[in-house]
């Protein structure tokens, strides 16, 4: 009785299409994390800013290198783009949105909304001055 009984393999990434609904959750989850990363450099400024002008001026010369530039930019980008999705999913949890033409909507509005909200965030900074 030492029969084997066979059972059913879990599906892996191969047996799935890629949609850019499965895309785009997964880049949901890292952006969380990003976020995580990037609010050490938020404590940093803080931190900075309340310990002094020599501190302070030091996290404004990493924040104002191409280098950090970069990184601020890509923490504006995650924390838009986590937000929209995160809404997206919210509708999800309101039992909206299960279609296939709203599920594509709203993924497509997270994706194009994110990097449209970062770039308008990016060009008012600029125009007050934030960017000097």
Known sequence: MSARIERPLSPHMQVY????TMALSIVHRATGIALYVGTLLLAWWLIAAAS?????GHVQAFTGSIIGR??????TWAL???????IR???????????????????????IGGIGLTVLIWIIAY???GGR
Not at 80 to 86: A, C, K, P, R
Request: charged share 10%.
């Open 17 to 20: 299409r890629w949609t850019l």
């Open 52 to 56: 002094g002008p020599t501190a302070y």
């Open 70 to 75: 970069l990184i601020v930019f890509g923490y």
């Open 80 to 86: 838009m783009h986590h937000m929209l999705s995160g």
């Open 89 to 111: 999913h919210f509708v999800w949890d309101l039992g909206y949105g299960f279609k296939a033409n709203e599920r594509e909507a709203l993924t497509w509005g997270a994706l």
């Open 127 to 129: 125009a007050i001055g």
